[in-house]
């Protein structure tokens, strides 16, 4: 904004007139009198002495369109309007008659920054208001083009100043964050646009020179540094750059560092690459430089600036060496033209100065324009980042070129595996359950049929699946019987081994169940099929946990029979092929994609938008958030996007699968995210009542480290609950992921999902952080990381039925099975699938291990030591139990969690 309701110049030429009078007072004055115009707007904009920054108005002059909410179009205007006082240092008669004279009034001995002085002790005392205001003019494709002439103001009566703000600024902040702040006039909200001009010659022209203009100084403002201090003493700095060992890391352009402290900051410092004899910053290299340049304090801040490339350079590491004092800026980032790099102590906002706390901000902000948000209404979903494809997010969000290098070559491996089974002959139609071990024949890996193909068809075999397989987070106890699940005493006396009744069991805790009443009303796809289908299991005497009985739908009656292994060996086999079609759409869709890809993706995205990366909360999370917004962006079209895996290879795909997705989030509870809160509500957390429940049993151990670990780490930073109320960032953070990312959406049926939109006290930041990490991590493990082992093997959990139930007993031969279950390329689609998602990638960082140096206090360093000390101590109880296992369960080992949600 400028002094003066009108500008100067109008278009291409008269910028080119106004520049050529800026040399001095003689091409000034040639320049007013050159036009009659020149002469009027310079005195119009002219200001001599005014007492105070705050007591000037300030006008935008140019018109912006503005597309309002209906698809109307204005031109508008702005102004600020010193709140309560009378503009003033307006030109005299003597100033009106020579407006190219600079020179001060005589006897005027104030300093040339004398407005930038007064205006910053003003803002230390106080503050300086404002009233935003809006000139507004409807747009016409008629439009008398003179209503865009930037040299003449807008007639008021037609187009009044109206009210739109009050705006208090309250806080000088320093060259350092101005400069970050990179002012540009293009820089508008998506509903104000700069009018596109047809030519030079056009008044709109002024719009796109201005851009210009603004880069171009800003672009000389930083590579020329502060005004130099010729007396300043100059110190010795030796500073080194850690480029990441991955991918296009290296950089090998030229760069200039500017290094912020306490007492100011240095010029623009070149990396003269020819000291290193190199012409590049090479990935994994560690490059050193020696800077002699004036002693800036305590350290703040290092500043990068790439010229005008735009590739990036990624640095894992700076580390400044200042009169023997060594301080590290942990990156771990991206670096490009105007990256600012903070040293690496965590601190909360009210710890900062006022220059730090401007930084904050900035950082925030340029997040929330990278990661604006998608809100699912119509879907019924989480939010996510409104970013269709992943190359299109932030670099800094995208997979490293190792980890998304080691997908391609799964998704190759997968895809090979399909082409020769294809190619060799096995054919649509399986007439056998050993045709399904043929698929194996050039399976990925190793090429051995999956362990439970040998056991698939035992009943202890598929009880022990539902608590050490790759969904063990299903069943529930059963407290009293559905009464339309009606189980009698008669159907399965001949199970019960403990010779007493059904009821007694369930007294005693022995009697579990799991139940897909959520699937009721999800269409399966055409040819597909799927029930909504309840399945009913004991605690044997022998503490094997078994299948009772089956019911394929959820209304009982005559044809919908309740199976249990009392029935023909066809007929109960079938039933466990349905109840485990069921099971698996659930999995895969809710337990799997909604409860840890989709709920984390919101949380991790406000992470950004909010809270800074020099905030201790931003430190420990990063590890486990790193991945999860690339991963979901791909899965959005890869997975459940059209003709993604699930529709390939779901009996819910097509359609379904997303109905299926936003029942789950109608349900979902945060507070059910809490492992202990999960395992009491489905009853299953006695051990007695549920033996052999691996997950349980190492889950809750994880649980209560990783709990530890994180209020060891929140105390170091928080010394009390006021600590956790003032901060704002964190505040905010809660607040958006309540608000826009975990939304309630309004729908029928739709629970409170108990999202905290506050953050009360130190025990409620450590509940939702353990809930984060043990999600990220733990959670997601537990149900993906199996999903080879136990789905590679169609007839053991298929995810698509070729054809419907039975709906009366001794119909069904065994012969017929296999033509129930998936055809060939089914069988291959789930195969390939779950091999991609079974898989760690080369660059995986598991449960307890930072290898990225985010925190920098000792105290902290300590907590990660001990965090990695418990968890240790757990792998090998988890090693001694599994020795006595028929079948290990090795998803939660430590070093076999990853620390994020990546795949």
């Given at each position: ?10 278009n ?5 007139d106004?520049?050529?009078s800026r040399r ?25 002495a005014?007492s ?49 004279k ?28 404002y ?16 209503i865009?002439?930037m ?22 902040l320093?060259?350092s964050?101005?400069?970050r702040?990179c002012y ?8 104000l ?7 030079y010659?056009?008044?709109r ?11 171009t100084?800003?672009?000389a ?19 080194t ?11 090998d ?6 290094i ?7 010029e ?7 000291r ?21 304090g ?23 060496e200042?009169?023997?004092q ?8 991206w ?31 340029k997040?929330r324009?990278?990661?604006?948000w ?13 970013i269709?494809e992943?190359?299109?997010l ?7 070129d ?10 190759r ?15 649509d ?48 106890r ?6 339309n699940f ?23 805790g ?10 009721e009303g ?6 597909r ?11 044997n005497a022998?503490?094997?946990f078994?299948p ?7 209304k ?7 199976w ?8 109960w086999?079938?039933?466990k092929?349905?109840l485990?079609?069921?099971?698996a ?10 409860l ?12 950004f ?8 909360v931003?430190?420990?999370l ?26 390939q290879?779901?009996?819910?795909g ?6 299926l ?6 349900e979902f ?11 009491a ?12 429940y ?16 994180v ?5 170091i930073y ?33 629970m409170?999902?108990h ?17 984060i ?6 959670e997601h ?9 136990y789905?590679?093997?169609?007839p053991?959990?298929?995810?698509i039925?070729?054809?419907p ?26 195969m390939a699938?779950t ?10 960082v ?15 360093l ?9 968890l240790?101590v ?12 028929a ?5 939660l080992k430590?070093s ?8």
């Amino acid at each position: 904004m400028n002094t003066g309701d009108r500008c100067p110049f109008w278009n291409g030429p008269t910028v080119k007139d106004y520049m050529a009078s800026r040399r001095g007072p003689k091409e000034m004055e040639e320049w007013c009198y050159k036009n009659s115009a020149y002469y009027y707007n310079a005195i119009q904009g002219a200001r001599r002495a005014p007492s105070s920054y705050s007591h000037l108005n300030y006008y935008t002059q140019m018109a912006y369109e503005m597309k309002g909410g209906k698809g109307a179009s204005h031109l508008v205007k702005f102004r600020l309007v010193s709140s309560g006082r009378k503009e003033n240092g307006l030109p005299d008669g003597d100033d009106q008659k020579a407006p190219w004279k600079f020179t001060a009034r005589s006897g005027d001995s104030r300093s040339a920054d004398y407005l930038k002085q007064e205006y910053k002790e003003r803002l230390e005392d106080g503050s300086a208001m404002y009233h935003l205001q809006i000139q507004v003019h409807s747009a016409s494709s008629q439009e008398d083009l003179e209503i865009f002439n930037m040299g003449k103001a807008w007639d008021e009566k037609r187009s009044p100043w109206h009210d739109l703000a009050e705006v208090t600024i309250f806080r000088h902040l320093g060259d350092s964050v101005t400069e970050r702040t990179c002012y540009n006039v293009g820089n508008l909200p998506d509903c104000l646009f700069i009018p596109e001009p047809p030519s030079y010659q056009d008044y709109r022209s002024i719009g796109y020179l201005r851009c210009a203009i603004y880069q171009t100084s800003q672009r000389a403002r930083l590579w020329s540094g502060p005004p130099k201090d010729e007396h300043a003493v100059k110190i010795r700095y030796s500073v080194t750059f850690q480029t990441a060992d991955t991918g296009e890391a290296g950089y090998d352009g030229e760069v200039r560092v500017t290094i912020t402290g306490s007492k100011g900051r240095t010029e623009p410092l070149l990396l003269d690459k020819s000291r290193i004899f190199r012409d590049d910053f090479g990935r994994g290299e560690e490059d050193v430089f020696h800077f002699d340049a004036a002693d800036v304090g305590d350290l703040w801040t290092i500043q990068f600036d790439l010229g005008d490339r735009t590739d990036g350079w990624y640095i894992e590491m700076v580390k400044i060496e200042k009169e023997g004092q060594i301080c590290s800026f942990p990156a771990y980032q991206w670096i490009f033209g105007g990256t600012t790099v903070r040293r690496g102590e965590a601190k909360l906002p009210f710890q900062d100065n006022d220059e730090m706390r401007a930084l904050r901000a900035l950082e925030t902000q340029k997040w929330r324009n990278r990661l604006p948000w998608k809100i699912w209404k119509d879907k019924g979903f989480p939010s996510c980042p409104a970013i269709e494809e992943h190359t299109d997010l932030p670099r800094d969000l995208q997979f490293r070129d190792e980890r998304e290098r080691d997908m391609n070559v799964r998704r190759r491996e997968g895809i090979g595996n399909f082409l020769l089974n294809r190619f060799f002959g096995i054919f649509d139609d399986i007439d056998s359950f050993h045709s399904f071990t043929e698929f194996f024949r050039y399976k990925l890996g190793e090429g051995e049929v999956p362990a439970v193909a040998h056991r698939w068809q035992w009943d202890s075999e598929f009880g022990r699946q539902f608590l050490q397989g790759t969904h063990p987070t299903i069943i529930r106890r059963v407290e009293k019987l559905p009464e339309n699940f009606p189980v009698t005493d008669e159907a399965v006396k001949a199970i019960l081994g403990r010779k007493v009744s059904l009821e007694e069991e369930i007294e005693a805790g022995h009697v579990y169940i799991a139940d897909y009443k959520i699937l009721e009303g999800v269409k399966a796809a055409e040819g597909r099929y799927v029930t909504p289908a309840m399945g009913l299991f004991y605690v044997n005497a022998a503490d094997s946990f078994v299948p009772l009985a089956i019911q394929l739908h959820q209304k009982p009656g005559p044809d919908n029979p309740i199976w249990t292994a009392e029935d023909s060996y066809a007929d109960w086999l079938c039933a466990k092929f349905f109840l485990k079609c069921a099971d698996a759409q659930v999995h895969q869709m809710r337990d799997h994609l909604l409860l840890t890809h989709l709920i984390m993706e919101p949380i991790a995205v406000a992470l950004f938008r909010n809270v800074p990366s020099v905030h201790p909360v931003f430190k420990l999370l990063i590890p486990h958030v790193r991945y999860t917004v690339a991963i979901n962006t791909i899965g959005r079209k890869a997975l459940i996007g059209t003709g993604g895996l699930a529709d390939q290879g779901l009996s819910v795909g097509k359609g379904g699968h997303l109905v299926l997705v936003s029942k789950g989030y109608k349900e979902f509870d945060f507070e059910a995210l809490k492992l202990p809160v999960s395992l009491a509500q489905r009853g299953v957390i006695n051990s007695t009542e549920l033996p052999n429940y691996p997950y349980r049993d190492d889950a809750l151990k994880l649980w209560d480290a990783i709990k530890q670990f994180v209020e060891d780490v929140v105390r170091i930073y928080y010394k009390s609950d006021e600590d956790v109320t003032r901060d704002e960032e964190i505040q905010d953070w809660i607040s958006e992921v309540h608000n826009i990312g975990l939304p309630q959406h309004g729908l029928d049926g739709e629970m409170d999902h108990h999202v905290p939109h506050e953050f009360k006290s130190i025990a409620d930041l450590v509940d939702v952080l353990t809930v984060i990490i043990f999600t990220c991590s733990c959670e997601h493990a537990a149900q993906n990381f199996g999903q080879f082992d136990y789905y590679a093997f169609y007839p053991n959990y298929p995810m698509i039925m070729r054809q419907p139930p039975p709906r009366e007993r001794g119909k069904l031969r065994v012969d017929q099975l296999p033509k129930m279950l998936g055809h060939a390329d089914y069988v291959c689609v789930q195969m390939a699938g779950t091999w991609l998602l079974s898989e760690f990638s080369s660059d995986e960082v598991f449960l307890g291990k930072y290898p990225q140096q985010h925190f920098q206090e000792r105290e902290t360093l300590q907590a990660i030591d001990q965090f990695y000390d418990r968890l240790t101590v757990i792998e090998g109880i988890i090693n001694e139990r599994n020795r006595n296992l028929a079948v290990p369960y090795e998803y939660l080992k430590p070093s076999r969690v990853p620390n994020s949600i990546a795949v």
